[in-house]
Every structure is written in C-alpha cells, then in structure tokens.
C-alpha cells in the first residue's frame, strides 16, 4: 500500500499523523518540489541519526510540538521544548536526541534560494 501523504488544503493533527505505522511513527507528511515536511517521533535518550551529525542543502525548521529533544550542532548544544522551534542554515551539520519521548515537525526547504538584488 502507498504511503499517505497530506493533500493541499488537508488538515494534519500532528499528535497522531502516523499513527497508522506500526512500529515507526515518523512520517513524511508532504513533499513538494520546494518543500518537505515530516512528523518525527523521537524517543528518550534516542539519537535520531544513526551518524554523529546529518545535514540537508536547504534550510530548516525543527518544531517541538511535545516532549523535549536536544539540538546539537558542531559548536552549540540547545534543548527544545514544546511550542519552541529552532532555525538552521543549509549544510549545518545537527544532531537531535530525546530527552522525553517527543514529537518534532521537521520543515526542509528544498528549493534553492534566491538570491537578493
């Protein structure tokens, strides 16, 4: 069966998007040419990079949504809390591990940026 993904316009309840996979409850909810948002869940004192550090050509936005996660970067090391999210340039190699049991909504941006006249 193919993987649901959110229609333009759908409403995601990001408490239980995913809840339909069995074992794994992180989750692309879309992906657009310029876009990707996912649903993680991260658990206590789990790393959510099998590496040390990963990092994406776009930027991005990580959201706590509940729980709590540590960011790490290659020079900072900041906790997010629910309600609070956290903005990193394209290429910044980064880290999240669980502090609780968390649920985090990642935004990439895919598109290259623009550049300013």
């Known amino acids: 069966m193919a993987t649901h993904h959110a229609a333009e316009g759908e409403v995601v309840c990001l408490k239980t998007w995913a809840n339909d996979l069995a074992v794994e409850k ?3 909810i879309t992906k657009t040419s ?3 948002l996912a649903r993680l869940v991260i658990d206590a004192g789990t790393n959510m990079h099998h590496s ?17 996660v540590i960011l790490k970067t290659t020079s ?10 956290v ?4 290429g910044t ?4 591990v669980g ?4 649920v985090v909504l990642l935004t990439i941006v895919l598109a290259p940026a623009v550049a300013e006249e």
């Open 26 to 28: 992180s989750k692309v």
């Open 34 to 36: 310029g876009l990707e």
């Open 52 to 68: 040390t550090y990963c990092s994406v050509n776009g930027p991005i936005v990580i959201q706590c949504i509940e729980g709590e």
């Open 87 to 90: 903005y990193l340039n394209g």
């Open 76 to 85: 900072t090391s900041s906790a997010i809390k629910p309600g609070e999210l």
């Open 93 to 96: 190699e980064h880290a999240l």
């Open 99 to 102: 502090v609780k049991r968390s």
